[in-house]
């Protein structure tokens, strides 16, 4: 408690990185990090931030068991009347009661503890009330006196921790992380379980105060059960934690109430009331819980850290497998249009007609669905990629794959608008060149290749192409999109038309326009396949982050100078860019 304003600054830089921190993929331990995640929160809301900011508040006993060990009747019997529901049986949703001194009720009503459930408001009155029922919607807490309770103590029946319910076994984790100590109840049938014993360790690794509690043992061999347990219990070095055992007794025994006689119960009341009222072991149940409390966040708050550091690298290998398709694809694109171009199938017999059997209109619709085509066939090549490497990818999400006819829709449209550009560029060039749609030029070239349009002029001879706006534009696109021969030829007729300078610009423009076209529509689509992984926004920066915050609290906790605590847990505007880390 002697660094207490550093320790409550330092957790609570910590408390707002494990709020920021998220694990959206599906790996490994991305489940058990939520979890974890979500108890370290519950622990520092619910116990250690108002721990340390009030050490003289009441203290919080939790009873947690499994289902049936019989915490409600013991948690009535301790305050003498019925407070919590008793029963094997439990409702689908329950209200957990906390019961406490009518002196105590503000700092439990209040949300200074367990801030995350709703209250409900019970009557002050120290007269009989029936439990609260049942309630759905978010979870809540009821909160009820007495005083039979000493001042300064509270009891609280957790649900069963192997309830069937998940929201039912989470709750009672919340409670118990926000226990400043632990009373573990079983039976003679089962106190070899697994689950109460993952309990004990828990609690011995967070070096929790704690006490456990035999219950339901037949007399007649309580004292070899009792026996067993202990030896048990030293086995896993809890020898030294208080052990009360509880005998079976019949409904009669308490006077027909459903309570315990009260000499059963009469050594853990007493325990409990010294912890809550000798000043020496009140400091001790303090200081042991809150001290483990804070000492076992080291190894938790760098799990997470390492699940951080798991969840960015593998988004990170994720991101590149989609750049490498992509890359890939427009390699693709490129080569193609750089070597063989588009001069196939329909393109290709409309090139050949032209000018005269096939129409400049014809030959640029051939053109821009061939390089719709060429487009698509390589954003599916692509998505096919990533979706493969993905497939090898533990906690990829899903999603970012559209059908073709959606990815050619988009296509089209940037091919469309690059149509449009052309057409305008070859406009500008006439207008530049003094051409105007005219008679035919005489120029001539390209005669009986047979690769591309005849252009002698005469009766029986095909004309020059290029003598319109429309069929110039034609020549550029051919230029553009017939390949290393094809455009050759194209851009022939081209200079033949605007002249050798005027041509070379054009087609210079007209290749800006293509590159254009094409970055835009591979990167459009790489961002779609990409989307539902940058939407995750996984960074660096929360394992950063926590290391920082948790070298902080380190810090803190062993009693470095302030000014050392102060350089290794940064201000909340900082701390996500701060260096640090743990050995």
């Keep these: ?28 331990g991305a489940e058990r990090a939520r979890r974890s995640r979500g108890e370290l929160l519950a622990q520092l809301d619910g116990y250690l931030l108002p721990r340390l900011r009030e050490p003289t508040a009441p203290l919080l006993a939790v009873f947690g068991g499994s289902t049936g060990a ?10 003498g009347r019925r407070v919590t529901e008793a029963g094997v049986l439990r409702p689908t949703t329950r209200t957990p009661v906390l019961v406490c001194h009518p002196d105590d009720r503000d700092w439990f ?15 002050r009155q120290d007269v009989e009330q029936p439990p609260p029922p049942p309630r759905d919607g978010p979870p809540t807490l009821a909160v009820q006196t007495v005083r039979a309770l000493p001042p300064g103590l509270a ?12 929201a039912n076994r989470d709750l009672a984790a919340d409670l118990l992380c926000a226990a400043d100590i632990w009373v573990l109840v079983t039976t003679a049938s089962r106190y070899a379980d697994a689950l109460p014993w993952h309990l004990l360790r828990s609690a011995r690794e967070y070096d929790v105060t704690l006490a456990t509690v035999l219950d339901r043992v037949p007399h007649q061999i309580a004292g070899e059960v009792s026996r067993h347990y202990a030896a048990l219990l030293e086995r896993v070095g809890l020898g030294e934690i208080p052990c009360f055992t509880v005998p079976e007794l019949p409904e009669s025994a308490g006077g027909g109430s459903g309570l315990l006689p009260g000499t059963a119960v009469a050594p853990l009341r007493q325990w409990l009331a010294r912890c809550a ?18 000492a076992s966040l080291r190894s938790r708050v760098a799990a997470l850290a390492g699940e951080s550091a798991a969840q960015y690298a593998t988004a990170v290998r994720l991101g590149q497998r989609v750049t490498e398709a992509y890359t890939e694809a427009e390699r693709a694109v490129r080569a193609c249009l750089t070597d063989t171009g588009l001069f196939a199938g329909e393109a290709r017999a409309h090139w050949l007609a032209f000018p005269d059997d096939a129409s400049a209109e014809e030959l640029l619709d051939a053109l821009t669905a061939a390089l719709g085509g060429l487009l698509a066939e390589a954003v599916a090549t692509a998505d096919e990629r990533v979706a493969a490497a993905w497939r090898g990818e533990r906690g990829a999400p899903p999603g970012g794959v559209d059908p073709p006819d959606a990815v050619r829709e988009r296509v089209g449209v940037l091919v469309r608008r690059l149509r449009r550009c052309v057409e305008e560029l070859a406009d500008e060039a006439r207008t530049g060149t003094g051409l105007r749609s005219g008679p035919p030029t005489a120029t001539a070239t390209g005669r009986g290749t047979g690769t591309g349009p005849a252009t002698s002029t005469g009766t029986g001879r095909r004309r020059n192409p290029g003598t319109d706006d429309g069929e110039t534009a034609a020549l550029l696109a051919a230029a553009l999109l017939g390949g290393r021969t094809g455009g050759a030829l194209a851009h022939q007729s081209l200079t033949g038309v ?16 293509l590159n254009r076209c094409v970055d835009r529509a ?15 926004a996984i960074t660096a920066e929360p394992q950063v982050a926590l290391v920082a915050a948790l070298s902080g609290v380190h810090a803190a906790h062993t009693g470095r100078a302030a000014s050392a605590a102060s350089a290794a847990a940064p201000s909340p505007q900082t701390a996500t860019t701060a260096p640090g880390g743990t050995r």
């Design 109 to 123: 009503a209040g949300g200074h503890v367990l801030p995350q459930l709703g209250r409900v408001r019970m009557p």
């Design 277 to 294: 009222q000798d000043p020496t072991t009140r400091a001790g149940t303090v200081a042991r819980t809150a001290g483990g409390a804070v």
């Design 522 to 536: 591979l990167r459009a689509e790489r961002e779609r396949r990409a989307a539902p992984l940058r939407d995750l």
């Design 70 to 79: 019989g915490k409600s009747t013991l948690v009535n019997s301790l305050v």
């Design 155 to 166: 009891l609280l029946d957790a649900p069963d921790i192997d309830s069937l319910v998940a």
């Design 1 to 28: 408690m002697d660094a207490r304003p550093e320790l409550l600054d330092a957790l609570t830089v910590l408390r707002e990185r494990l709020a920021a921190a998220r694990f959206p993929l599906e790996l490994p």
């Design 498 to 513: 605007l002249g050798t300078r005027a041509a070379a610009r054009l087609r210079d423009q007209g290749r800006q326009e």
